[in-house]
């Protein structure tokens, strides 16, 4: 019966193109894994399909046709969103040729860095941007417009106020880097010469990253007892929040120094305070009990650096002034629990300083700590891990709603290489002090939102496929405070845009991270 036989046919081929139809193609399939998905809310079974730069499917691929080219099994393995790291110092690592793979980044699943921390940032935003993209990066990486910059640039080392000529030059340029890109204006109100900058100038300068949309990143002027004190420092951040008009990101929130130690339920009381009356205020963290400073940085007072170099070098041998730069350097050791507390990181070519305390390098020359930190500075200064926070005030810090994961990583300490997986095998696996879920969400979701950076930071379809498989029971970090280099293990895939920059463990030296503007 031929009629009969082509009805079937047709019917068959009505059949198989139906099931073309509902065939997906895409590039790569994360298949049986486990995704934690940046809202915080449990994890649970899925797979992932990226098509392009986009994560284009979460679900069960098998059901509903997904088919990859590139499937790779993830059973027994947590996906997340790649982790977004909001203080960091790479703005030269990622301008330099052998450094902008970031690997040591991408090693602990971060894929997206802020970088221009700390009043650091600069305000040709365009430019650097520009020379990332055509350099080629291995993370995403955004900027921020640093007030130490601005007003370096248009005030120099003085330590005055500047007329209302020299402000307005000064928020043109912060104009002038938000235009450019920039998601918001960071400052280091401790560091000279931020720290020249009464809060009425900085609420100025506020205004002009609030006209474009950013937000105001701070290290605080004071962490400890040096000038205003903590809860002060965070009060004045919050007014400068509340009367520029735009959201407060707290940098590195912590509570440094024996004189401050305890007071994280004072300032955690403040922000609770400022959030439950509608304001946007947020923070990030690195787990570590020591700062990562210079021994000039963590031990002059500012006065002594006013004018530059040359002044502060003048000021140290001069007799006059001596007696009163020491007597605050012992102060400022004493904030920081003393020359045992200190220990030198890096020294350029004094090499031999590198591994001891400022107390043992001072008793080896025979010499007390402040002459032996001042003649350190003499020579060009070292970078040096300040221990000074207690345990408690940093735990108590993570467990707030408000707490981002950020490494501030910076050379010689090893929270550059450390900080993402060392939170998670301490503080998460260890301790139980967040859950895996929260310990997602604070290091990708609620940093996205906070820096404004558009369809990051979650597994979900339409996002940018940034992800991260994690191998939960080998995710650790592995650097240290003697070799701070050392890169963190566990990572067993990482996508970058959507393109695989770590297979099976390794850098695959894809460099396919993107400069990214502010809301792109
Ligand atoms: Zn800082």
């Known amino acids: 019966m031929p009629g ?73 393995l947590v996906v997340a969103p790649g982790f977004i790291d909001p203080h960091t110092h790479t703005l030269e690592d990622l301008s330099d040729t052998g450094r902008r793979r970031m690997e040591g980044y991408l090693l602990q699943g971060v894929t997206t860095v802020v970088a221009g921390n700390d009043g650091g940032g600069p305000f040709a935003v365009a430019g650097v941007l520009e020379q990332w993209r055509r350099g080629r990066i291995g993370t995403n990486a955004a900027l921020l417009v640093g007030q130490g910059t601005v007003r370096r640039q248009v005030l120099g080392m003085a330590d005055r106020a500047p007329s209302p000529a020299e402000l307005d030059s000064m928020r043109a340029l912060v104009r002038r880097g938000m235009r450019e890109g920039g998601l918001g204006l960071s400052t280091g109100l401790y560091y000279a010469p931020g720290s020249y900058a009464a809060t009425e ?21 004071d962490e400890s007892s040096y000038s205003i ?87 140290t041998a001069d007799p006059a002034t001596l007696g009163r730069l020491r007597a605050d350097m012992t102060e400022n050791l004493r904030r920081r629990g003393g020359a045992g507390a200190m220990l030198i990181t890096g020294a350029g070519g004094r090499s031999g300083l590198v591994g001891k305390t400022l107390e043992a390098i001072a008793r080896e020359q025979g010499h007390d700590p402040i002459t032996a930190a001042l003649d350190i500075i003499r020579h060009g200064d070292a970078s040096a891990a300040s221990f000074n926070m207690q345990e408690a005030d940093i735990e108590r810090f993570m467990r707030e709603e408000f707490v981002e994961t950020g490494s501030d ?51 979900r379809e339409g996002f940018f496929a940034d992800l991260v498989v994690l191998d939960t029971a080998r995710y650790r970090d592995r650097a240290t405070y003697q070799a701070p280099r050392l890169v963190a293990e566990g990572v067993r895939y990482l996508l970058v845009n959507g393109v695989l920059a770590i297979l099976d463990g390794r850098p695959t030296g894809a460099l396919v991270g993107r400069p990214l503007r502010r809301k792109e």
């Open 4 to 76: 009969a036989e082509r009805l079937l046919g047709l019917a068959l081929l009505a059949v198989a193109a139906a099931a073309q139809a509902q065939q997906r193609p895409v590039d790569v399939l994360l298949r049986g894994g486990t995704v934690c998905d940046g809202s915080g809310g449990p994890c649970r079974a899925a797979d992932v399909a990226v098509l392009g730069e986009r994560i284009t499917f979460v679900g069960d691929a098998r059901r509903a046709g997904v088919r990859a080219g590139r499937p790779l099994d993830v059973a027994g």
């Open 201 to 221: 100038e900085v609420i100025a300068l506020a205004r002009e990253a609030a006209a474009a949309g950013g937000l105001y990143d701070s290290h605080l002027r």
């Open 229 to 315: 004190g903590l809860v002060a420092a965070v009060a004045e951040a919050l007014r400068i929040g509340r009367e520029a008009g735009l959201p407060v990101h707290i940098a590195h929130i912590k509570a440094l120094g024996t004189d401050v130690w305890g007071r994280s339920d004072s300032v955690i009381a403040l922000i609770r305070a400022a959030r439950a009356a509608g304001r946007q205020v947020d923070a990030d963290q690195y787990p570590y009990d020591a700062s990562g400073t210079s021994i000039g940085a963590s031990l002059l007072p500012r006065w002594a650096e006013a004018g530059g170099r040359d002044s502060l070098l003048a000021r």
């Open 409 to 459: 990583g910076s050379d010689g300490h090893p929270r550059k290489y450390g900080t993402f997986p060392r939170k998670y095998r301490r503080y998460v696996a260890g301790r139980g002090v967040i859950t895996l879920a929260r310990f997602i969400q604070a290091s990708s979701s609620q940093t996205a939102e906070t820096f404004g950076l558009k369809d990051r930071g979650r597994v």
